[in-house]
Each structure stands twice: as C-alpha cells, then as structure tokens.
C-alpha cells in the first residue's frame, strides 16, 4: 500500500520536470526580459550599456539557457514562483489569497453536478423510455450545447433581477467574512457551475445503472423476493456507482479549469479571475505559474482517485 | 473477413443514416432507435439551414456585419433591423450570418486538424506500438494533464490573438483525444486475422496501417469529428466573449455576444444577446444530434 502511493509519487517527478521545462519556455519565449521590466521606458535611455549588462549578470541574465532553468527550478524548489510584472506581488501570494476562493465554488459545484446527476442519471434508467426519462435526456443535450456563460447570463437575469433571489456578484458583502453570512453569494454560481456539469454525470450513470440492472445478481436478488426498492438501490446501484466515480476522477481538472467563465460572470475573485487579468496584461509569470499550480493539482488529485478506487475496489492489486 | 463484411454493411448504413434515409424505412429497428434518428434527421436540416444562411448571408441580410451606424445604437427588432441593432449601431442579424461563417470555421477547421493529427499519429502508431507510440502518448498525456481552458488560454498569451492562431491552438489542444480514440481502436483490430495475413504477405506498415486498417476505425473517428466540431464551437464563443478569442473586430457568435457582460445591456436589450444565444445553442445542439444518431449507427451493439 505505501510502496504503492510511492511509486505513484515517484512517477509524477518526470512530468513535472517535463512541464516545468515548458512553462520556463514559455516565460522566456515571451520579448524583454527581467531587466527591461524593471526599468521604466524613459529611464532606458540614460542607462549604459554597460550598466545592463551589469545587471543581467547580477540577475544570471547572460547564463546559458539550461543553467537559467535550473536556477529558476532551484527557485521554485524553495517557493520562490517569480513575481507579477505590473504589480511586483509574489505570485505564490496572489495564488494563495484566490485559490481559496475557487475550490470553495468548485467544490460546491462538483458536488451539486455529482449528486443531481446520479441521482437524475439513476431515475431514468429505473424509468427507460418513460416521458420523464426522454425529457431528462433531451434537456441533457440542451444542457451540454448551451454556452455555460449564456447560461450563466440567464440565470443572473432570472434569479437576481427578475426574482431578487440572490445578491448581483462577488463572494461575499464587506465585514462579512463568516461563511453562513456569505452563503447566499456561493448558491447562484454553484448551482449554475454545478448543472452545466451535471448532463455529464447524468448519462454516465444512467448507462452504467441501465447496464447493472440486466446482469444476473439483479435477476437473483430479484427472484429471491426481496423489495424492488432494495433490488434497484442496493444491488443495482452499488456496482453502478464504480463508473460514476472514475467519471468523477476524469473531471477533476475542471475543479480549476470548468470555473473560470462561471467566475468572470458572477465577479467570483478566484483563481480564473485572476488569470484572466493576467492573460489580458499579458502578464507571462502570471499566467505560466498559474498553469503549473493548475497541472500539480491535477496531478495529485488524480493520484489520490487512484488511491481511492484502490482501497474502494478490491478486484485492484496494488502493484 | 466477417469483421470486415460487417464494416462494410455499418457504413453503408452511416452513410444512408447521413442521408436521412433510415428514419421511415427499416421497419425492424426498435422505437427507440427510430427516435434517435428523428433526432439525427432532425439535426441535420437545421445544420443545413443555419450552414446555409451563414455561407449565402449577403442573399438573407442587406446590412454589413462590420458597418457602424451612430444614429441607430441600441434599436430594438423592427421591420429594417429585424433583430435590431448593438451599442454602435451594426445589425444584429447581419452579425449572426457573417459571425456564423467564422464560428462555424473555427469548429469545423480546428476539428478537422485536430483529427488528421491525431488520426494520423493514432493509426500508425497504434499499429506500429513501440517507442514511437510511447513517445506520443507521454506528450498526449502532457496535453491533457492541463485543464483544457487553462491550457487555451496559456497559449493565447504565447501566440496572440488572430483568428487563424485560434485555429491552430484548438488543433494543438484537440488532437490528443482524436489519437488516443484512434489508438484504441488501432489496438484492437492489430489483433485480427486480416491483419496478421496482410503482414506475412510482407505488405509495407504504411499501407496496412492506412489503407487496411484505418477504414474499418471511421465510425467513431467521425463521431468524434461531430462532437469536437460543437466542442470548438463553444470554445470559441467562451473565448471570444471574454475578449480572448478571435480580435473583436471580426463577428463571431462569441464576439457578438460578448457585449452582454455589461449589466444594463443584458437587462434591458435582450436582442443584443438572445437571437445569438438561441442560434449558437441551436446549431451545436443539431451537431450534438447529427454525433448522437451516427454513434448509434456505428455502434453494431446497436444495429436491430
């Protein structure tokens, strides 16, 4: 068990170096470099020459490439993740006081689409073929081809203006910090998030519990006597939810990715927000470590499903 | 050679399934599947007729997409603008057809790139296995350890925007599902007699590869085309309402939607964004459809 979350770790290391060598690519693909930033453009003029080179020697500026990737990778090592052009603050701080804020949505919204899309998902394969299960479904392909930032609009539109229901953006009213007082802020984008994941989950499950209900321990279970209830949920159900959970794995990365639109719309002040100003101001440290901390979390998320599923199913071997 | 036969017989049925043939003959088919292919049928006329207005758009709409008119900003639908016009005056159903063109460009472009890069990679070395095949599904593993936006929006700020850097950066993100749906299917049919025959007969790999193997894979391969293509479409209209995607001087649906991040836009001209919105979700719900129906068709489990 722990020589098998080792070696699961071990087998992240060359990746990472792999990734990081293209995101110090793309730092450096992009024109100008430290010093330029440093020094404001009328400044430039009275500068020596000298004087710049001076200082990109200071920096490491004139090493070779490799020996600049591996001060940089030394850098990160240590937590030094460079710093934002425009602002000088340390991207590590600017990741730490937005990350927060998108996990507490995404969360929210993976839970929503994994709940209501199983639950949906088990409700029309009980009921194949029924209006219910055709409705489900057609509003699943509606659900899966509309822009979720059209959706996003509409729900503002109906559920703060027409309805009054919640407040207009942002995660939380000024002084209010306790997370019942912000609440009514989280409802809105989550649920919006939420349902434009949860089509997905939806099918996935409905599949794999329509596909669980015609094998032969149903048929015995069934033929025993037992409740349909207790046949459909306990014999059904249990073997259809392994699926759902890989499905569930393979949509981890939208836990960063999937909330950046939904942010932007609801003035959410995470992680995608940020990096969209970024992108915007051409921000490249930003914008590359951003992406990095996006892959490591992945990364590791995908490391502890594989942990799970292991310890959930015992038909996995650790080796 | 029965796998083969089978094929065939499949993609006889695709193709007439495409032709929106199968919906009212076969009489053996279940209710459900009839129903799936209404839907299919369904889908492809409506495809057709927004593909046609945007390709013949200067026959359906007298206005440019691009031209401003001060004196008639924000004008609500009447009988000369018929779904009115935006904040500086350009007509919104112009914009809709000429955006058309570019969104449906986007997706379609960067679905087929996408798929001749990954089907390519996927066929041969899914057949050939080996180093080369290591190779690419290590990078195509890199690719996808990104979250999807992220990455989209990393290699904006590299490459700039442009339409045609959109493009490439949808292909570049996009192949590695194509190749690893490819190689899957590469994967099973190596194991098949014909392919073992093909290979004592000394037949060059590029030919079996390509030529034997690869026509008996193209049922998912164009199901996949579908569902990129409305993919990419969505992308592309994310993209381009957060003023990332295609330069905002170009109508794409995206871009004529985007002025509905304003507040007040959004409550009180409803026209700027809901006949875009409608059109955009209409069209890749008809591609989703067109993707679901020939799913079906491919999938002989689903042959009655």
Known sequence: ?319 | MSSKALNKKMDMLLARELAGELSHSKKSRTLRKLHANKLAVIGSGIFLVILILCIFAPLFTRFSSTDVDLRNRLSPPGSVHIFGTDQIGRDIWARILYGGRVSILVGMGSAIGATIIGVSFGTYAGYKGGFLDAMIMKTSELFMSFPQIILVLILVTITGQSLWNIIFIFVLTGWPSMYRMTRSQMLSIREEEYVQALRAFGINDFLIAFKHMLPNAIGPIFVNITLSTAMFILQESALSFLGLGVPSNVSTWGNVLSPAQNITILRENWWIWLPVGSVLTIFVLAINFIGDGLRDAADPTQIG
């Open chain 1, 1 to 319: 068990m722990v020589s098998y979350i080792l070696r699961k770790f071990l087998h992240l290391i060359p990746m990472l170096f792999v990734i990081s060598f293209l995101i110090y690519l793309g730092i450096e693909l992009m024109p100008g470099d430290a010093v330029d930033f440093m020094i404001s453009p009328d400044e430039m003029a009275t500068v020596s020459a000298e004087a710049l080179a001076q200082m990109r020697s200071t920096l490491g500026l004139d090493k070779p490439f490799p020996v600049r990737y591996f001060i940089w990778l030394g850098n990160l090592l240590r937590g030094d993740f460079g710093y934002s052009l425009q602002s000088g603050v340390a991207v590590s701080t600017l990741v730490m006081n937005t990350l927060p804020a998108t996990l507490e949505l995404s969360v929210a919204a993976l839970l929503i689409s994994t709940l209501a899309g199983s639950f949906l998902g088990v409700f029309s394969a009980l009921r194949k073929n029924s209006i219910a299960d055709n409705a489900l479904s057609i509003a699943g392909m509606i659900g899966v081809a509309i822009p979720q930032f059209l959706f996003g609009l509409i729900a503002i539109i109906v559920f703060v203006f027409n309805l009054g229901w919640f407040p207009v953006g942002g995660r939380m009213a000024p002084g209010q910090e306790a997370f019942l007082q912000r609440f009514e802020y989280l409802v809105l984008p989550a649920i919006v998030l939420g349902l434009s994941m949860t089509a997905g989950v939806m099918r996935y499950s409905r599949a794999s519990m329509l596909d669980s209900l015609n094998r032969d321990y149903v048929k015995t279970a069934r033929s025993k006597g037992l409740p349909e209830w207790r046949v459909n949920l306990v014999h059904g159900f249990r073997v259809a939810c392994t699926p759902v959970a890989v499905l569930i794995g393979f949509r981890l990365p939208m836990l960063i990715g999937g909330a950046v639109v939904i942010e932007q719309i609801f003035q959410w002040p995470g992680l995608g927000v940020m990096f969209l100003g970024a992108v915007r101001s051409q921000n490249t440290p930003i914008v590359m470590m951003v992406g990095f901390f996006s892959v490591l979390l992945v990364l590791l998320a995908s490391i502890i499903v594989d942990i799970l599923t292991a310890i959930l199913d015992p038909r996995i071997k650790f080796n």
